[in-house]
């Protein structure tokens, strides 16, 4: 499916140093550290280790009519080697013109195309060339961009766009070196159309003005992946002094009280690994198309609604996003192939977070449902997939995006913990994140500093390059002590044997000990049984997302057709992909539900962006 990156035969000759992946992964020989600047991003068309942009400047106008974004970029060139040509990524871009800093026009020619990586846009430079203006356009194929109809949004009087960069996704909106091996700053005048108000990855503004033009500032160096904009009837309201939450207007309040203990997270973030290093931390709540739970966009966190249940049940997921202003947005993986740097440290640290806000039984239960849910991945994942280090040559980064980064990255620094005890694990967390700030790291890098810092002498009886290099889970994983799941357990235990809901006692439960007690229902639940439990908890019609996703899988399961109607506008209205993918998995297992479930995608669809409609296609193609 994915084509051979064949411009490497045409443009070899400039990009020669860049052009091939040296693969690290190899466990035969484990002593050799190999750092960061030998290794090349596989995921970029760009010669971003010859020619590098310092700096970004956009002047981009938001056309809501035409569903297009365009303007202009300004990039900052750095040529240490006076290379006469400076390698962008562009993807389903329109070039119209690039010049320097002069405004002298510059030529600029077109690689080949790869399906996967998009075109590479060559434009000459000489060494006087200080800056590279290129004029352009999206287009109604970039894969970034998700347009909205008034309807599709709460409020429904206005439009709303969002971008999504990453992982390879950026270049279809700006071309620009996409690769998360190189940072840069950036700035931006934004023009939209009035009454409505565009936030992004930035310092933002936080009322509408008359001018509708808006500009931005983000001087912290950071990987192209993170430059993200949303535009939309957005208002803003403040938490703390400097935490505070975008939203439609009739939505706002809702999420200002979800949120509430987001000043809170800061500080015990900050009390673990230190200074909170982009000043603010804003929240913005997309519309329900949204295709992730969340996106660190740094200084301003971009969220689905569907974690707005009412009861900020669901809130680990904002302890998640701003987790990542350390492991990810502070110390970034250095290629694609190293995203469990990103999120693995992300969830150790997010249940961190949790615990010290709201304690070690809590969040036992959001590591054991992690632990369920990598087991199950184990299962059907192709074991070239499950190695913490992966070889993605070739792939899509975002097939990289399963529970090893996520779960086993987790729970292999948790292995970490329970050798060397937590004061040491968090003096060298510590020391890590201030070590490496706003630098790009690789996991032979990662290994190195670790042994240096923290397990010297301990690699192989800790079997790190087991848990690295290896599929699966080594036999030291660590076991989740999970008392409040014992009682949900012994009451499904009485359910299945009563066959009454006579004796659960539910009301103390949360989120997480619901989805504990429907997941493991056995199989032999019967559609009476489902009944039953509907009748009694109103499943069906949850307010709690996370509750409604498990509860239609195992719907599907049961074959229990009450739940159908509801599934069906869930799927049409919610877009997030960690949602809609086990559901549509489980549909196409059987013929009937198939043909249900190509029904329902038929008015679906078009409120999915590319990330989920990408995936659900394949699923029922
Ligand atoms: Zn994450």
Request: proline share 4%.
């Amino acid at each position: 499916m994915i084509k051979k990156i064949a411009y490497l035969i045409v443009f070899g000759f400039i990009m020669c140093s860049c052009s091939q992946e040296k693969d690290t992964n190899d466990s035969n020989n484990k002593t050799e550290i190999i750092m960061n600047n030998s290794i090349l991003d596989s995921h970029t068309l760009s010669n971003y280790k010859e020619v590098s942009i310092d700096h970004s400047h956009l002047n981009l106008t938001v056309d809501f009519n035409s569903k297009l974004i365009h303007g202009s970029v300004t990039h900052t060139i750095n040529n240490p080697n006076k290379d006469s040509v400076f390698i962008l990524d562009t993807k389903y871009l329109s070039i119209e013109a690039v010049s320097d800093q002069d405004g002298n026009k510059l030529d600029f020619s077109y690689g080949e195309k790869d399906d996967l990586l998009g075109v590479p846009l060559m434009v000459l430079v000489n060494s006087n060339t200080k800056k590279v203006t290129i004029a352009y356009s999206t287009t109604n194929k970039s894969e970034a961009l998700d347009w909205l109809n008034a309807e599709q949004t709460s409020g429904k009087d206005f439009p709303f766009m969002y971008t999504q960069g990453q992982s390879i996704f950026t270049r279809s909106w700006i071309p620009i070196q996409d690769s998360p091996g190189l940072r840069i700053t950036y700035s931006a005048d934004v023009t939209v159309p009035a009454g409505m108000l565009p936030v992004m990855s930035a310092a933002n503004p936080q009322i509408k003005n008359n001018t509708n033009v808006y500009s931005f500032e983000m001087n912290q160096p950071i990987p192209p992946y993170l430059i993200a904009l949303a535009v939309g009837d957005l208002q803003f309201k403040q938490i703390d002094y400097r935490t505070g939450v975008y939203a439609e207007p009739n939505m706002l309040e809702s999420c200002v009280d979800e949120f509430a203990d987001m000043g809170k997270m800061v500080s015990a973030a900050e009390e673990l690994y230190g200074e909170y290093d982009w000043e603010r931390f804003d929240v913005i709540v997309l519309p329900p198309s949204f295709p992730f739970g969340g996106m660190e966009n740094p200084k301003l966190t971009f969220a689905t609604p569907t974690i707005i249940a009412g009861d900020r049940s669901l809130v680990s997921l904002i302890a998640h996003e701003l987790a990542h202003s350390w492991s990810g947005n502070l110390v970034t993986n250095a290629t694609w192939n190293d995203f469990w740097l990103n999120e693995g440290f992300t969830v150790y640290f997010e249940r961190r977070i949790m615990e010290a806000l709201y304690g070690k039984d809590y969040t036992e239960m959001l590591a054991l449902l992690g632990y369920q849910d990598l087991q199950e991945e184990l299962v059907t994942l192709d074991p070239k997939m499950q190695t913490l280090k992966l070889k993605m040559k070739g792939m899509h980064p975002d097939d990289a995006m399963s529970d090893i980064a996520y779960e086993k990255g987790y729970f292999f620094l948790r292995m970490i913990e329970n050798s060397v005890g937590r004061e040491l694990m968090d003096g060298f967390l510590k020391k890590y994140f201030s070590d490496h700030k706003f630098q790009t790291i690789v996991t032979e890098e990662f290994l190195a500093y670790l042994e240096a810092n923290l397990i010297n002498g301990k690699r192989e009886s800790l079997k790190i390059d087991d848990w690295v290099y290896q599929p699966g889970l080594p036999d030291n994983c660590p076991v989740v002590d999970c008392k409040r799941f014992i009682n949900v357990e012994s009451a499904i235990d009485d359910f299945m044997l009563t066959n009454t809901i006579a004796n659960l006692t539910t009301t103390e439960w949360s989120t997480h000990e619901w989805i504990h007690f429907i997941k493991n229902l056995p199989d032999t639940v019967n559609s009476n049984q489902m009944l039953m439990l509907d009748e009694a908890f109103n499943l069906s019609s949850s307010g709690n997302s996370e509750i409604l996703a498990v509860w239609f899988e195992r719907s599907i399961v049961s074959n229990y057709q009450p739940a159908f109607p509801y599934m069906r506008k869930f799927l049409i209205k919610v877009g997030r992909r960690k949602f809609l993918q086990p559901i549509y998995e489980s549909l196409a297992k059987r013929e009937d539900h198939k043909i249900w479930a190509k029904d329902v995608y038929k008015y679906a669809r078009s409120n999915y962006h590319y990330v989920s409609f990408n995936t659900i296609d394949e699923i029922l193609k």
